[in-house]
């Protein structure tokens, strides 16, 4: 076994598919020697692969993601750095209307390519370098979303989505990028499956389901009320598309209730959605309203105490659970 | 044309008052009173400065996420700028904002924007508004040489050609998009270039010169204004910081760096205009001085501010 930070984990993870497969290349902006992506997180690479696999893009989402479909149409295994999700706005098209080639051509493409990009708030970034997007992501049919909360999941589930033959975007949580906290991680290669959850905590009385960093701060609160005398079972879902939706709903049997919390405006989220699969095929286990934990339906805003406000927080979750137990 | 004299003293202090708010702001930001992310704007002060000085009050502009200067330019002020960053309630916008969106509507200042290239398009709307309202307001608009490499840079500035939108974009070209050199992003060696592919004029001037700057963006304003259409203006530049604060600059040699701060804009100034003897070197210390005392003010007006309450987050989400 051996330590590693979430960001060492992502660079491992794409150096190790890089080695082994040279059909995979890295488009984008400032991914090359200087940066190594601007939270640092491709150091390296440049080095290793040269400027023909880490290719250095002027600013242009658009063209980034509608080459790495077209190249990925056509042989290779794109990596597409897109940076913070909230440029995705700029290829929108390409994401709503042109990922779902497979399918508009009667299944004779396939697009094995990765998106890569930084989420979350927490660093007053502000409204346009701070949004989760998964709910608007999961809306979006044909494209599978990774979002790991752990050194550990992140590289194992990175791998995987490099090896996927569908478009996968792998979204990586700012805070934890720049968190110096390590996980252990087994020193032989691993990979970890889409669409299956972890259980990070076991416990009987509340399932919450955390995404991405709100894994830890449900981890944090369910410290806090087990001196309480409440148990809490934490799933991670860790990829949203595809759901593991059995995880959730056995969970669901063992305890009767359910806290859902997700780092987005609460209409039209990933909770939400969480929320409706439970409420339609596990009805009949639940003891108690499904409660979702989520931000504000605003922008986010930018001084500490606004954006502190806006997060949710381990109060936020106690609250919740108290009003349920 | 000869500009008058208070008109090059105010060119004058509004470079300085720039150059002292950003290096205050750095070292602020060192110091951990500044949250979020800063890009720093020292060094092209001539820019802002030249171009805005040819407005009227009631024209727009559009602003980067390198906007401090831009803003400072329009008439905004220091105290309700750094109250900003600091992320206080009397800030301009409240606190919403922070660096990398601060504007003051109020003065014609749509918005500071952190999407690369999203102000040319919305530029454009404020012409076009101002073309169906029948005003001669004109609309500047700022943005980088990395901007122009996007969708809609060609998207904004085509549809401004075909209808003779009355609006200046003025291109800061400070070589770099982040680690990028402009010689990487395009294959052309002047981005004025671009302005053949649409059929409008481009000028490619001495960014660090306000004079200039300040020239060439007076006369393609007079052209908008008449109804002539938009002009693609280049200012060629250098930042004397990194992208943003934390930025190593491994990219830039020494050499290179230090041939930016001989071009420095300010000092440049001040010697034309004590040769022209619109200023003494007693005077221009002087504004030194009150640009000094005017930021002392503003940071402890930053730190005595509140903070917003937290609830204001659910405020202005619609109207
Ligand atoms: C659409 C989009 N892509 C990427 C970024 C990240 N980014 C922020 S500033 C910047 C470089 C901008 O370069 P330029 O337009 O030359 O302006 P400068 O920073 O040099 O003033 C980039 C790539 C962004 N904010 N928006
Ligand atoms: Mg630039």
């Known amino acids: 076994m051996k330590e590693i930070t979430y960001q060492k984990a992502i660079n491992e993870a794409i150096d190790e598919e890089m080695k082994r497969d040279p059909s995979i290349f890295i488009i984008g902006e400032d991914i090359g020697k200087h940066w190594g992506g601007s939270l640092g997180e491709l150091a390296g690479l440049f080095d290793k692969y040269g400027a023909e696999r880490v290719r250095e893009t002027p600013i242009s989402e658009t063209a980034i993601l509608g080459g790495a479909i077209g190249a990925a149409a056509t042989g290779m295994r794109p990596i597409a750095y897109l940076y913070f999700d909230d440029f995705l706005g700029v290829c929108g098209d390409e994401l709503i209307n042109q990922l779902q080639m497979k399918y508009m051509y009667g299944g004779k493409t396939k697009l094995p390519l990765t998106i890569t990009a930084y989420i979350g708030a927490g660093l007053s970034a502000a409204h346009q370098h701070s949004k989760c997007l998964f709910g608007w992501l999961m809306n979006i049919s044909g494209l599978k979303i990774v979002a790991p909360a752990t050194a550990y999941d992140a590289k194992g589930l990175l791998k995987s989505a490099i090896r996927e033959d569908n478009p996968v975007i792998f979204l990586e949580h700012k805070v934890l990028l720049l968190s110096r906290s390590t996980s252990q991680i087994p020193n032989e290669e691993y990979t970890i499956p889409l669409g299956k959850a972890d259980i990070k905590r076991g416990g009987s009385e509340v399932t919450v389901v955390a995404i991405a960093l709100m894994v830890h701060r449900a981890l944090a609160a369910a410290d806090k009320l087990q001196e309480k005398g409440i148990s809490i079972e934490v799933i991670d879902p860790r990829t949203l598309v595809p759901l593991d939706k059995q995880a959730i709903i056995d969970s669901v049997k063992k305890t009767g209730r359910l806290v859902i919390m997700d780092e987005e405006p609460k209409t039209g989220s990933a909770a939400g959605e969480i929320a409706a699969i439970v409420a339609e095929e596990a009805f009949d286990f639940l003891d108690a309203p499904i409660k979702r934990v989520c931000a504000p339906d605003t922008p986010i805003p930018f001084s500490p105490v606004l954006e502190k406000f806006w997060m949710p927080d381990e109060e936020d979750l106690i609250k919740a659970i108290n009003e349920i137990m | ?319």
């Open chain 2, 1 to 319: 044309m000869a500009i008058e004299k208070e008109k090059l003293i105010d060119m004058y202090r509004v470079m300085v008052r720039i150059r002292t708010f950003e290096d205050r702001v750095f070292k602020e930001f060192a110091a951990g009173n500044i949250p979020g992310f800063v890009h720093l704007y020292a060094g092209e002060e001539a820019i802002a400065a030249g171009a805005c000085a040819n407005l009227r009050p009631d024209d727009y502009i559009t602003s980067t996420h390198r906007g401090h200067g831009h803003l400072i330019a329009k008439g905004g002020k220091t105290d309700r700028m750094m109250a900003e960053l600091y992320g206080k309630k009397t800030g301009y916008n409240r606190g919403k904002g922070g660096s990398m969106h601060i504007a003051e509507v109020d003065i014609g200042i749509l918005g500071a924007d952190a999407i690369v290239a999203a102000g040319i398009p919305i530029a454009g709307g404020a012409a076009l508004s101002a073309q169906m309202r029948g005003t001669d307001q004109v609309t500047l608009c700022f943005f980088g040489d990395g901007a122009t490499n996007t969708t809609r840079f060609h998207e904004g500035v085509n549809l401004a050609s075909i209808w003779k939108l009355p609006i200046v974009y003025v291109i800061e070209n400070n070589v770099y998009a982040e680690t990028t050199p402009v010689s990487y992003a395009m294959n052309i060696p002047n981005i004025a270039d671009r302005a053949v592919a649409y059929g409008i004029p481009g000028k490619t001037v001495d960014g660090n010169d306000v004079l200039a700057v300040h020239e060439v963006v007076g006369e393609a304003l007079a052209r908008a204004r008449k109804g002539e259409g938009p002009t693609l203006v280049e200012c060629k530049t250098c930042r004397y910081y990194g992208h943003y604060e934390g930025d190593t600059q491994t990219y830039r040699t020494k050499q290179e760096f230090e041939e930016c701060r001989k071009r420095d804009p300010i000092p440049r100034f001040r010697k034309k205009l004590i040769k022209m003897g619109v200023l003494t070197e007693k005077d221009a210390d002087k504004i030194n001085q009150e640009m000094l005392e005017e930021l002392d003010k503003a940071v402890k007006f930053a730190e005595e501010s509140p903070f917003p309450e937290p609830r204001e987050t659910l405020e202005d989400v619609y109207t």
